[in-house]
């Protein structure tokens, strides 16, 4: 029977201890989108949402949301996060655009960064409904998902 080593001998939630992990360097990349209406995409690529620069804003949202993941997620370890990047790219769905946002986390350390690019990515998608919502509330996020991870005990991880 597995393991479950997120609860302790009473059944209680418990952090996991990772004093006798190995450091290596980890990385993870996770992708998140947001569907924007044409008027929405118009205004973000022309820099003309009353809000300021959508893009600048998120990107700097999601570098501060990957460093700040412990905080929200109960069971992650506050990690020395070696580098975040943030990329956004646009695409086309008929009348509606989306915009895909891919996010990279690295680290030297003995736990890996997979919540951490998850939670980047999430917030770079909030933070562009946050500033666009006042034109049109029916933005749609997500999915939103784990690319790649590499290092650590369990391997590397590749979406198929």
Same mark, same amino acid.
């Not at 893009?55 to 580098?83: E, F, N, R, S």
């Given at each position: 029977?597995?393991?479950?080593?997120?609860? *302790?001998?009473?059944?209680?939630?418990?952090?996991?201890?990772?004093?006798?992990?190995?450091?290596?360097?980890?990385?993870?990349?996770?992708?998140?989108?947001?569907?924007?209406?044409?008027?929405?995409?118009?205004?973000?690529?022309?820099?003309?949402?009353?809000?300021?620069?959508?893009?600048?804003?998120?990107?700097?949202?999601?570098?501060?949301?990957?460093?700040?993941?412990?905080?929200?997620?109960?069971?992650?370890?506050?990690?020395?996060?070696?580098?975040? *990047?943030?990329?956004?790219?646009?695409?086309?769905?008929?009348?509606?655009?989306?915009?895909?946002?891919?996010?990279?986390?690295?680290?030297?350390?003995?736990?890996?960064?997979?919540?951490?690019?998850?939670?980047?990515?999430?917030?770079?998608?909030?933070?562009?409904?946050?500033?666009?919502?006042?034109?049109?509330?029916?933005?749609?996020?997500?999915?939103?998902?784990?690319?790649?991870?590499?290092?650590?005990?369990?391997?590397?991880?590749?979406?198929?």
């Amino acid at each position: 029977m597995a393991e479950f080593t997120h609860f *302790n001998e009473q059944g209680h939630a418990k952090m996991v201890d990772i004093t006798s992990k190995t450091d290596t360097v980890r990385t993870a990349v996770a992708r998140s989108s947001i569907e924007v209406s044409r008027e929405i995409y118009q205004k973000i690529i022309s820099s003309e949402m009353e809000k300021g620069d959508v893009l600048a804003v998120a990107q700097v949202a999601g570098i501060m949301a990957a460093k700040k993941t412990p905080d929200i997620i109960p069971m992650c370890h506050p990690i020395p996060i070696k580098g975040v *990047n943030i990329s956004f790219t646009w695409e086309q769905k008929d009348d509606q655009f989306e915009l895909i946002i891919e996010g990279e986390v690295k680290t030297k350390g003995s736990t890996g960064v997979e919540m951490e690019a998850l939670t980047a990515v999430s917030a770079c998608a909030l933070t562009v409904y946050d500033m666009c919502k006042a034109v049109d509330k029916g933005m749609i996020i997500g999915p939103t998902y784990l690319i790649t991870k590499t290092g650590g005990k369990s391997g590397d991880y590749q979406r198929t």
